[in-house]
């Protein structure tokens, strides 16, 4: 801590006198909140001018209302409000939140928008809003504010209706989105989004725009209805798709293992019903139709937002940020969903990507992780930023229109959420927008926007951290890789993607690791950069020269990797001697639906000898490691303690192999497994073990403690630390620090010389 090096020069008189009131503080506010946190050498405040926050540039700024939007711009930061609902609708509901957050220094706006469907042709449609009027509104709030204008792509059921053949079609009913294959729907929102651009940078306000959101389809995130479309621009649509990736109609009669098809005739297959869960794979080749209908929805996707992104880029005068809310791999979704086609979008003109913190254990306590492979996007020069739509507990009373937090949920708690999914963002160097989806008014509270004043500030404050350091030049300790096109073979995704995905990701940010998030294609390229170990979650689809690849650069970096469940087992067709290739152990497969759940058969400091795990249902297929010389188990099957469920084995080539066959991994076991490989983990375990939420990327870490309780962190280095969101808080020289935490309670630390 440069900056605050002066702080620990005080006479020792006057450190003890702030400890004693500090430790007063604290024990009090544990009281009353149930929240203990006591430093062990607590650091005076750092004095700064009010008002005077410091930019990326070292550059001292004036108090907001002083500022022009010139000098605002050298310490503007990726945080935004965004606003639901379209237009001026609810306007009183927006315009109060907007008042609050230029009070708070976010001059940041999402204005949502529709197009002009309106006289887009010779039918009736939907009129959307004057586009610089609705922009007015926005801006009225303050004169140093920019908006991103978020267009809805998506045309009116009105539309639809007089164009039936450009809507989505299931069992011959009209649903209200349009077809992803429809030229019809494509070449009139390409019309019209050029319209709204052109109106937009001509208009008063065209200076002031920051760029545009692209959304369209199921709640404007790009996503597919579950059942299939059916319609006639669909259909020839995925018959144009087949075409191009099969070549020859002979091609794809093999595939498909049907002589009468080709790329005439070629149907949607139908929409499969619920099946047994036990099934994790679609059988090949049967049910190969469904597997390339799932690709073909998330590549077609992409292509159209591709599509919409070419014409913003190309239309606009300003060199414009385009977002759009896709990328979702590790939410549990269908495979046909349509959301499995990040990869194909990173050297698009899309800028950056919008997800929400994921709705999977984001509570208090929860590990809050982020939907999509962040980093194969920073990497890039692309920004993630995460969507922060907590339920707040803010809402209006119908009687007198005054808004309260409801009763029972203390704001206190509430705040703590916000802070995680900030100190996340922070961390990895995210963007975050503070969201009030369906305009409740659940940001419309003054207190609320006096911490995130806090948080800016904070953000500020690290910028140059956060946006700069934190992509290739921070190191990590693990990459988490996650394979789009895998989950097209899955027949019960969300259910499957929920064990290995979800919960693989929570592991991960669970176990106390600096850590980073890729698609499996950076790493089989070399564009991620290395760590000594790797995680693969879902890598199901491996080629023979993809697998080559990625031991060559095992063997180079010498790392360590973790395969989870079914490593490379779609080749050319699906094969377990494929798992054996790619782990470099001796796999095979139970002959009939088992049971998973292990017992770990040695005993360390997270797991105990004969401690059992595992999600404990009905898999098939389910795989096995057989016993040999070469192999050492760490666990087995509870139902058959002969076949191994996890084993680790050093190879000829120098790097490290480890095959959990078990689909559920788990924090304990991940701590066990990182700490086998001699990796270093923050959280000591001698002070407790606590799984908490955990962020990294030096000089930062984050947690977000789990449950209440006393923690120690090992640093791996003499240095300062300071509460970023408690500059009161802190410690001088430290290796190991202490602290006691409340269930629920966030801190954000930053590591100094």
Request: with cysteine; glycine share 8%.
């Amino acid at each position: 801590m440069n900056s605050n090096s002066g702080l620990f020069n005080k006479a020792v008189l006057m450190r003890v006198g702030l400890f004693i009131i500090v430790l007063t503080a604290a024990i009090g506010a544990g009281l009353y909140l149930g929240k203990l946190s006591v430093p062990q050498v607590p650091i005076a405040k750092p004095v700064q001018r009010a008002g005077a926050p410091v930019s990326p540039s070292g550059k001292e700024a004036g108090p907001a209302g002083d500022r022009d939007a010139a000098s605002q711009e050298e310490v503007e930061v990726p945080l935004f409000l965004h606003v639901g609902g379209t237009g001026l609708e609810k306007w009183e509901i927006v315009e109060a939140q907007l008042a609050l957050a230029s009070g708070a220094g976010i001059r940041r706006f999402f204005a949502s928008v529709s197009l002009d469907w309106m006289g887009s042709d010779d039918t009736e449609g939907e009129k959307g809003e004057n586009v610089n009027s609705v922009l007015e509104k926005y801006l009225a709030a303050d004169k140093n504010a920019r908006v991103l204008v978020w267009v809805n792509l998506n045309p009116p059921v009105a539309w639809l209706e007089q164009h039936p053949e450009a809507a989505i079609m299931v069992n011959d009913t009209l649903q209200a989105y349009p077809s992803i294959s429809s030229f019809l729907w494509l070449d009139t929102a390409h019309r019209l989004l050029e319209a709204l651009i052109h109106e937009v940078e001509s208009g008063p306000f065209g200076e002031r725009v920051l760029g545009y959101g692209l959304s369209a389809l199921r709640e404007q995130r790009w996503m597919l209805t579950d059942e299939y479309d059916e319609s006639e621009a669909n259909t020839a649509g995925f018959r144009q798709w087949l075409e191009r990736i099969y070549k020859t109609p002979e091609t794809l009669k093999t595939a498909w293992q049907n002589e009468e098809v080709d790329f005439t005739t070629a149907a949607i297959p139908e929409c499969p019903k619920s099946e047994a869960m036990v099934n994790a794979f679609w059988e090949l080749p049967v049910r190969r139709p469904v597997v390339d209908f799932n690709r073909y929805c998330s590549e077609r996707v992409a292509d159209v937002l591709a599509g919409f992104a070419s014409v913003t880029a190309r239309v606009s005068t300003i060199t414009p940020m385009i977002l759009a809310p896709y990328g979702y791999t590790y939410e549990a979704m269908s495979a046909s969903s349509g959301h499995y086609g990040l990869e194909l979008l990173l050297e698009s003109d899309i800028t950056g990507f919008v997800s929400p913190v994921s709705y999977f254990d984001r509570g208090l306590g929860g590990a809050g992780g982020m939907m999509g492979a962040v980093d194969s996007l920073k990497v890039r020069g692309k920004t993630w930023y995460l969507l922060d739509d907590t339920r707040t507990g803010v809402e209006r009373n119908e009687e007198t229109g005054e808004f309260a937090r409801i009763k029972g949920l203390r704001a206190s708690d509430v705040y703590e959420v916000q802070c995680r999914n900030f100190s996340m963002a922070l961390t990895y160097g995210l963007g975050l927008i503070w969201s009030d989806p369906s305009r409740e008014g659940w940001l419309n509270d003054s207190e609320q926007w006096h911490q995130f004043k806090k948080l800016k500030e904070i953000y500020v404050k690290n910028a140059a951290v956060a946006v700069g350091q934190a992509d290739q030049e921070s190191k990590a300790t693990l990459t988490v890789v996650v394979d789009e096109m895998s989950n097209c073979y899955l027949q019960s995704a969300e259910h499957t993607n929920s064990v290995l995905l979800q919960r693989g990701r929570d592991a991960a940010l669970r176990t106390g690791l600096s850590t980073r998030f890729h698609l499996l294609r950076d790493v089989i390229d070399g564009i991620s950069p290395p760590t000594p170990v790797y995680l693969f979650l879902n890598a199901f689809q491996l080629s023979a020269e993809s697998r080559a690849r990625l031991h060559a650069r095992f063997a180079l970096e010498q790392a360590s990797v973790i395969w989870v469940y079914a490593p490379g087992y779609f080749g050319t067709a699906p094969e377990v001697e494929n798992i054996s290739a790619t782990t470099g152990m001796d796999v095979a497969a139970f002959p009939e639906p088992t049971q998973s759940g292990s017992k770990y058969v040695l005993s360390g400091q997270y797991m105990k000898a004969g401690e059992n795990f595992g999600n404990q249902e009905l898999w098939s297929p389910l795989f096995y490691i057989q016993r040999n010389e070469s192999v050492d188990f760490l666990a087995t099957y509870t139902v058959d303690s002969e076949k191994g469920s996890v084993a680790i084995v050093t190879l000829p080539e120098g790097w490290t192999s480890l095959y959990m066959a078990e689909p559920e991994i788990t924090p304990a076991l991940l701590s066990t497994i990182v700490q086998l490989l001699e990796q270093p983990i923050y959280p000591n375990p001698e002070e407790g073990i606590f799984y908490d939420a955990f962020f990294a990327r030096e000089p930062l870490i984050a947690l977000h403690a789990s449950r209440p309780g006393k923690r120690s962190l090992f640093l791996g280095r003499f240095c300062d630390v300071e509460d970023q969101l408690d500059p009161n808080i802190g410690w001088f020289g430290k290796e190991t620090i202490l602290m006691s935490l409340g269930t629920g309670e966030t801190r954000l630390l930053s590591l100094g010389e």
